[in-house]
């Protein structure tokens, strides 16, 4: 699947409900909400003292949560979500080249 087909059945998704979009800043609070999400699945597996008996969640699902937030979001501003990300790797590739081994 590619980001824009992802976006696409985002949009199918959200405009079957009479709601439609939720504002940006909605969105935002949403995204924030999702990666602490992710944040406490990692946190409580590979953290400096992982919680030994306690179901720390599902990464796959969190990240899932993202990335459907994130194309809500994309998607209520008219982001392309591909183009967006050919952009920022071209300025990693250009600024980043020899930062790393």
């Known amino acids: 699947m590619t980001l824009d087909e ?3 059945e985002v949009d199918a998704w ?3 409900f009479k709601t439609g979009y939720f504002p940006p800043l ?3 609070a949403r995204l924030v ?3 602490g999400e992710l944040s406490r699945v990692l946190s409580h597996r590979e953290g400096k003292n992982p919680k ?3 179901d720390p969640g599902d990464l796959e699902e969190e990240l899932g949560d993202v990335l459907f937030v994130l194309a ?3 998607n209520r501003e008219g982001i392309r979500l591909e183009a967006a990300f050919r952009k920022v790797m071209q300025k990693y590739r250009a ?5 790393w081994e």
């Open 6 to 8: 992802l976006q696409a």
């Open 14 to 16: 959200i405009k079957s």
């Open 26 to 28: 909605l969105q935002l």
């Open 33 to 35: 909400e999702e990666v």
């Open 52 to 54: 030994a008996g306690e």
């Open 72 to 74: 809500s979001l994309a």
């Open 95 to 99: 600024r980043d080249r020899g930062r």
